[in-house]
């Protein structure tokens, strides 16, 4: 999963006419899903936005995290951060969620599998904190989004990679291999042994 954390003294979320979800301050993140991610990396995503630490304390920079500030947060689901461009055009294989916009593209997945990992991971952040300081967009939908960034202050952060077990490299087969050959020369030998036999046998 990827997350861009912006540091807002205000943000909100229209679609169409219709404000879905508003903050004052506190961070706006917009949280793009990749087709192998999990509830794990939900829950990874949610404590580091919950503690990383982007406001002053006590004269201190970089002291106080949302909790510390009493702040709000504003998730908003975005299936574009998970591109990859091809030349001049992007690509979003690598994101789950496919839904259909105006002007938007389809993707190659189940979007009621990424509808459900949003809704999971908008579920433990609140969890975690305080529940209605937590506000979302409308997953799936075209959205405007508005805010108010104050520093301006602006992280991306990344779910750790998957860590990919390397298949165990198969034993090399020179022993069975001489193995197999020394049979066949001993095969060989006794037939050819049991031939001149044979032979033998005849002349008497």
């Known amino acids: 999963m990827r997350g861009v954390l912006q540091r807002v003294l205000s943000a909100k ?6 404000v879905v979800g508003s903050i004052g301050r506190g961070i706006c993140v917009l949280v793009g899903i990749g087709t192998e991610d999990t509830i794990e990396d939900a829950k990874w995503l949610g404590n580091k936005l919950l503690n990383i630490r982007v406001w002053e304390q006590n004269e201190k920079n970089w002291a106080a995290n949302v909790k510390a500030i009493e702040g709000e947060i ?14 001049n055009k992007p690509d979003f294989h690598n994101a789950m969620s496919p839904q259909v916009c105006p002007g938007m593209w389809k993707l190659p997945s189940d979007p009621q599998q990424a509808a459900k990992l949003f809704d999971q991971f908008v579920e433990h952040v609140r969890s975690q904190y305080v529940d209605d300081k937590v506000k979302t967009g409308a997953f799936g939908e075209y959205m405007n989004v508005d ?16 860590v990919v077990k390397a298949k165990p490299e198969k034993k090399p087969q020179q022993t069975e291999q001489k193995s197999k050959t020394v049979a066949d020369t001993a095969q060989a030998a006794q037939a050819e042994a049991e031939a001149v036999e044979h032979e033998a046998e005849g002349l008497k």
């Open 74 to 87: 504003l998730l908003v689901s975005q299936f574009t951060l998970m591109h990859v461009l091809k030349g």
């Open 13 to 18: 979320v229209t679609v169409g006419d219709v």
């Open 147 to 162: 805010i108010q960034n104050d520093g301006p202050v602006t992280l991306v952060i990344d779910t750790p990679p998957k």
